[in-house]
Antibody, heavy 126, light 109 residues
């Protein structure tokens, strides 16, 4: 059963760069059948999509993050990465990685997130 | 960008049926997915493509979608169902294609 595991520093200083890694337990990343994503959850808040790494290699991220996001994958296809620059207190959150399954539904294309990593808490200090 | 609206909270007694709604413009034309997030845990997919369930999810969880409202129904509610529930859709016409609802806290009385 596929498992994802986030890792990275739990504490980052304001204005610096946050870097996270998601480790994938099987060879799913070698398949073009899936996409890969980052989602975060600020304390006491809901889920917020950060970005998606498509099987084509193209990435797309939330416009609300104003170009501070970079996503990439390593050549072994067992890890993918998130970089968020110029962090502020508003970036303090639990960060999750997840696999996205694309599907052609009756109503058109769709994606769902499954499974998710357990999450890693990142706190931005002043 | 597309917006999904969920009620902040729903309460139900054990053994009863809980209905959690997710409102969006013509959401009935979209495929809707639902996630359960227990306190301190990662989200778990419980319903995908409106009404299908991943392996291991009880048949008590079901979904429906029509018009401007999608609904997650949990039958014979158990104490272990107490969690936050989020709906999600993909809006391919947007620069913010993955959209989550604000979440609904299900309380089992």
């Amino acid at each position: 059963q596929l498992q994802l595991q986030e890792s990275g520093p739990g504490l980052v200083k304001a204005s610096e760069t946050l870097s996270l890694t998601c480790s994938v337990s099987d060879d799913s990343m070698s398949s073009r059948a899936y996409y890969w994503a980052w989602v975060r959850q600020c304390p006491g808040k809901g889920l917020e999509w950060i970005g998606t790494l498509y099987s084509s290699g193209i990435t797309q991220h939330s416009p609300s993050l104003k170009g501070r996001v970079t996503m990439s994958v390593d050549t072994s296809k067992k890890h993918f990465f998130l970089t968020l620059t110029s962090v502020t207190a508003g970036d303090t959150a639990m960060y999750f990685c997840a696999r996205l399954t694309p599907f052609m539904a009756a109503g058109g294309s769709t994606n769902w997130f499954d499974p998710w990593g357990q999450g890693t808490l990142v706190t931005v200090s002043s | 960008s597309y917006v999904l609206i969920q009620p902040p909270s729903v309460s139900v007694a054990p053994g009863q049926t809980a209905k959690i709604t997710c409102g969006g413009d013509s959401i009935g034309s979209k495929s809707v997915h639902w996630y359960q997030q227990r306190p301190g845990q990662a989200p778990v997919l419980v319903v995908y493509d409106v009404g299908d369930r991943p392996s291991g999810i009880p048949e008590r969880f079901s979904g429906a979608n029509s018009g401007n409202t999608a609904t997650l129904t949990i039958s014979r509610v158990e104490a272990g169902d107490e969690a936050d529930y989020y709906c999600q859709v993909w809006d391919g016409s947007s620069d913010h294609p993955e959209v989550f609802g604000g979440g609904t806290k299900l309380t089992v009385l």
